[in-house]
Structure formats: structure tokens, C-alpha cells
């Protein structure tokens, strides 16, 4: 059956938002009628709107728009696209997590073009997360696209939900890393981390 959000215009939702977060404003105490809120409910509802838009995108497209065939080297030749940065919101609060994401891949008869792995990482941090299955996702997104010898992707983000409140630890900061294919070889991860160190 269709979910009544697909039965809805942009127009409708954005509104419909908005008025929840005006709501949501009040509850908490704040007088929504005063100047600098009056407009506040409906810039919360676009930029949630922007901070969730991953939802619209398929990753999969994403990689498939630029896959090239190329002869990089043998099935142990590593390319990483490191740094690439990243703002997620986490799906317990709703609050925002971000760093930095690595990924490397062992190309088989294809390569990506640059800037689709940073675009992909958007897709999947634009939405309610956790890092553990962000960087799944990244993953096996690359893996069935792109079909490499292998595949490593690590995440190294810092959780406001954790810094703002609740533990209030200001440098706690968590690392996930997965990896594929010849990934699997001790030493072949050892040479992308230390292209990773080679700043
Ligand atoms: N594994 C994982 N946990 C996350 C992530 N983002 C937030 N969390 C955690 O989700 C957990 C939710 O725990 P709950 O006990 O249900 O919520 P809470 O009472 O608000 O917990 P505290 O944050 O400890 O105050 C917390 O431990 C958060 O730190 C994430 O990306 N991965
Ligand atoms: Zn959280």
C-alpha cells in the first residue's frame, strides 16, 4: 500500500514539517511568533529536507554514471580516494556525526570516476545513520557496481551525541573499517594504510 508521504507534494511535506517543528518549538518553550523564529520552523523543515536528500538518490546510478574500462595493473594495485568528508545524522538523536571517509578498491576491468565515490558518500551519510552501517553500505555499493579485486572502506567520525550530551566526551572519536576480496590479505591492507599515512 502506498505510505501517505508518496501520496504528497514537496509543497504539502515541507509544510506539514514545518508545522511539526513549530509545535515542536513551543513544547520546548520558545515564543514562535517572535522575529528571529517566525521563519524558523520552515528553514529547520528545508534543511532537514537537504540533511535526508540521500533518500532521492540512487548510490548504485551514482557509480554507473562514470565507469570506465581501463587496464590499471594486477589484481594486488591499490587506488585510494582518501579525505573525502562527510556530515551524517545519527538515527538515535538525530544529531549530527562527521569525519572523514577512506576508500580504497582493487580495479578489475573498471574504474570510477573521481569524484563518484565522494558523491556516494554523501547518498548514504544524507540520511538517518549509524557509522557501522554507513560504511557497509559504502561497501558493498562499490562491490556490486564496480566489481573489484577488493574493496576497503574505513570512516573515522566524531558523534555529537556523544559531545553535546548524554557522556559528554569531547575527543572520544570511533573508526569503522570493512573490507573485501583480496582486501582480506593482511599485507595488502597494511600497503593502504600506509598510503593512508603518506599525508
Ligand atoms: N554503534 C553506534 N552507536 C551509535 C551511533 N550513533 C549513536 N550511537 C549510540 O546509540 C546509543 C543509543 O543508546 P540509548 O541508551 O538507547 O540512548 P541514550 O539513553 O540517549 O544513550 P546515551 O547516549 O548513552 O545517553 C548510544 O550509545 C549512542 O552513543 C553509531 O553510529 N553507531
Ligand atoms: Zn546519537
Same mark, same amino acid.
Given at each position: 500500500m502506498q505510505k501517505v508521504q508518496d501520496r504528497l507534494s514537496d509543497q504539502e511535506k515541507e509544510d506539514l514539517i514545518a508545522g511539526h517543528y513549530k509545535s515542536i518549538l513551543e513544547l520546548l518553550g520558545e515564543d514562535v511568533n517572535r522575529e528571529g523564529l517566525e521563519k524558523t520552523p520552515?528553514?529547520? %523543515?528545508?534543511?532537514? !529536507?537537504?540533511?535526508?536528500?540521500?533518500?532521492?538518490?540512487?548510490?548504485?546510478?551514482?557509480?554507473?554514471? %562514470?565507469?570506465?574500462?581501463e587496464n590499471y595493473g594486477d589484481s594486488q594495485r591499490i587506488v585510494?580516494?582518501?579525505?573525502?568528508?562527510?556530515?551524517?545524522?545519527?538515527?538515535?538523536h538525530?544529531?549530527?556525526?562527521?569525519? !572523514?571517509?577512506?576508500?580504497?578498491y582493487m580495479p578489475g576491468?573498471?574504474?570510477?570516476?573521481?569524484? !563518484?565515490? %565522494?558523491?556516494?558518500?554523501?547518498?548514504?551519510?544524507r540520511r538517518f545513520q549509524v557509522q557501522e552501517r554507513m560504511t557497509r553500505e559504502i561497501l558493498d555499493c562499490f562491490d556490486s557496481v564496480i566489481e573489484p579485486y577488493g574493496t576497503i572502506v574505513m570512516?573515522? %567520525?566524531?558523534?555529537?551525541?556523544?559531545?553535546?550530551?548524554?557522556v559528554e566526551k569531547q575527543n572520544a572519536s570511533t573508526t569503522t573499517c570493512l573490507y573485501s576480496g583480496n582486501f582480506k590479505d593482511r599485507e595488502l591492507r597494511e600497503e593502504f594504510f600506509s598510503m593512508l599515512r603518506n599525508r
Open positions: 520552515i528553514r529547520v %523543515a528545508r534543511a532537514m !529536507k537537504f540533511l535526508t536528500s540521500g533518500y532521492d538518490q540512487s548510490p548504485e546510478e551514482i557509480l554507473r554514471s %562514470a565507469i570506465f574500462h585510494l580516494v582518501k579525505d573525502i568528508e562527510f556530515y551524517s545524522l545519527c538515527e538515535h538525530l544529531l549530527p556525526f562527521f569525519g !572523514k571517509v577512506h576508500i580504497g576491468d573498471k574504474i570510477v570516476g573521481l569524484s !563518484k565515490p %565522494a558523491r556516494l558518500v554523501d547518498a548514504f551519510a570512516v573515522e %567520525a566524531r558523534h555529537l551525541c556523544m559531545q553535546m550530551r548524554g
